[in-house]
């Protein structure tokens, strides 16, 4: 009966943590298409409001809102839903600096958004990180990433 029950909950958890991988996957090969695609940009922030947030994911997720901020025609709606996800972009980074997923995506989000914004302060800090632990990456869509925000 502990056996049972023993892979049940593995069972549980392998399938659970299959699916949250698969999320991450999505988001990745996507987060490229979420600037000029609002669907895409929406369906994206709902999922990850949804989910539990790695600290991955809330980079994704801040990311994700700032570039909202792009879909978004109030100016006061722009500017605190990109602070909304500055703030997202900034607590990722705090939970675990010296991830490279996490440095990429701030990166791709300061040197993407407009300068009198203010959030531009560690571009070469991200850049210099990035090119120094480009090794460690073995996925695909996160090397497509690298590629062209280092453009």
Not at 20 to 41: E, P, Q, T, V, W
Not at 45 to 51: A, D, G, N, P, V
Not at 129 to 145: D, G, M, P, R
Request: proline share 2%; charged share 25%; with cysteine.
């Amino acid at each position: 009966m502990k056996t049972i029950m023993l892979y049940s909950v593995f069972l549980i958890f392998a399938i659970n943590s299959f699916a949250f991988s698969m999320d991450l996957d999505y988001i990745r090969n996507h987060y490229g298409l979420a600037a000029s695609d609002k669907k895409i940009c929406r369906e994206m922030i709902t999922e990850l409001e949804k989910t539990p947030l790695t600290s991955v994911h809330l980079a994704y997720l801040g990311a994700l809102q700032t570039i909202w901020a792009n879909h978004v025609v109030n100016p006061f709606s722009k500017l605190s839903t990109f602070s909304k996800g500055k703030a997202a972009i900034v607590d990722a980074v705090k939970k675990d600096s010296n991830n490279f997923e996490i440095r990429l995506v701030r990166l791709s989000v300061q040197k993407n958004c407009p300068a009198f914004l203010g959030y531009n302060k560690n571009i070469q800090e991200d850049e210099e990180f990035l090119k120094k632990n480009k090794e460690q990456i073995n996925s695909t869509a996160v090397l497509n990433l690298l590629d062209s925000v280092l453009k």
